[in-house]
Nanobody
C-alpha cells in the first residue's frame, strides 16, 4: 500500500503562483509514474501533468508553459509548480501514483484562483 499526503493548495489571485507537494509513504519501492490531476466545479477529473520514473513528462495543453512537474525520488515526493494561474485553474488537485499496476490517489487539495 502507498499513502499519499498532499499540501500547498490555497487561494491566490490570478497571475499568482502556488506549489503543490505530494509525499508518498508505505510501499514506495518501485513507484512508477507520479502525477497530478484536477477536478473543477461541475467538470470531470482531468490529467494535469505526469512524470515517469525515468523523468519523461507530459502536460495538459492548458497548462503547458505555466506549470512544472518534478519529483524527488529520494523523498518519494512529486511537486507541481503553478505559475501565471488563471481562474479556470480553480479545482481540487489530486496526486496520483502508480506502482506495480496499482493506482493510488491523494485526498485532494483545493486551489482557488480569484479574478
Amino acid at each position: 500500500q502507498v499513502q499519499l499526503v498532499e499540501s500547498g493548495g490555497g487561494l491566490v489571485q490570478a497571475g499568482g503562483s502556488l506549489r503543490l507537494s505530494c509525499a508518498a509513504s508505505g510501499s514506495t519501492r518501485r513507484i512508477d509514474a507520479m502525477g497530478w490531476y484536477r477536478q473543477g466545479p461541475g467538470k470531470q477529473r482531468e490529467v494535469v501533468a505526469v512524470i515517469s520514473s525515468d523523468g519523461n513528462i507530459d502536460y495538459a495543453d492548458s497548462v503547458k508553459g505555466r506549470f512544472t512537474i518534478s519529483r524527488d525520488n529520494a523523498k518519494n515526493t512529486v511537486y507541481l509548480q503553478m505559475n501565471s494561474l488563471k481562474p479556470e485553474d480553480t479545482a481540487v488537485y489530486y496526486c496520483n501514483v502508480k506502482r506495480m499496476w496499482v493506482t493510488y490517489w491523494g485526498q485532494g487539495t483545493q486551489v482557488t484562483v480569484s479574478s
